[in-house]
């Protein structure tokens, strides 16, 4: 089964200037556990800003939501993998990296995102299928 099969299309996206707190209410809005963070210029790369970075980097240090910036804490560069790309080649990269989702691309274009929730769907369904050939 390859990434493209099971990534999340909808990418939802935030600004490296806007402070964590816009983050936190979009996370919270659109119940999801990252955000893509847009690049601050074209000498800029794409990158990431989770949950766990938010309660570790931000809350845990007790600094000013509204003062501290999303590019502060972003985390950068994307670990990204091919939509052709097997999901099992998606999971050893998870794995290796301890990271819990990868961005999938067509070229240099961000297409989709495979969280650790995607991966256990698509195996579910794989077991179900495999169970109706019997």
């Known amino acids: 089964m390859n990434v493209v099969e099971i990534m999340t299309k909808k990418l939802e996206t935030i600004d490296?200037?806007?402070?964590?707190?816009d983050a936190i209410e979009k996370m919270i809005d659109r119940r999801i556990r990252s955000?893509?963070?847009?690049?601050k210029d074209e000498r800029d790369v794409h990158g990431v800003i989770t949950?766990?970075?938010?309660?570790?980097?931000v809350i845990?240090?007790?600094?000013?939501?509204?003062?501290?910036?999303?590019?502060?804490?972003?985390?950068?560069?994307?670990?990204?993998v091919d939509k052709g790309m097997d999901v099992e080649y998606a999971i050893n990269l998870m794995s290796k990296f301890n990271i819990t989702r990868v961005f999938v691309c067509d070229g240099k274009?961000?297409?989709?995102?495979?969280?650790?929730?995607?991966?256990?769907?698509?195996?579910?369904?794989?077991?179900?299928?495999?169970?109706?050939?019997?």
């Open 51 to 57: 949950v766990r970075d938010i309660v570790n980097k």
């Open 16 to 21: 490296a200037d806007a402070p964590v707190y």
């Open 109 to 134: 274009e961000i297409i989709g995102i495979i969280a650790l929730l995607d991966v256990l769907s698509a195996a579910l369904i794989k077991r179900a299928k495999e169970g109706h050939r019997a």
């Open 60 to 80: 845990a240090k007790d600094l000013d939501l509204k003062k501290t910036k999303v590019g502060d804490i972003t985390s950068k560069p994307l670990v990204c």
């Open 35 to 39: 955000l893509l963070v847009m690049p």
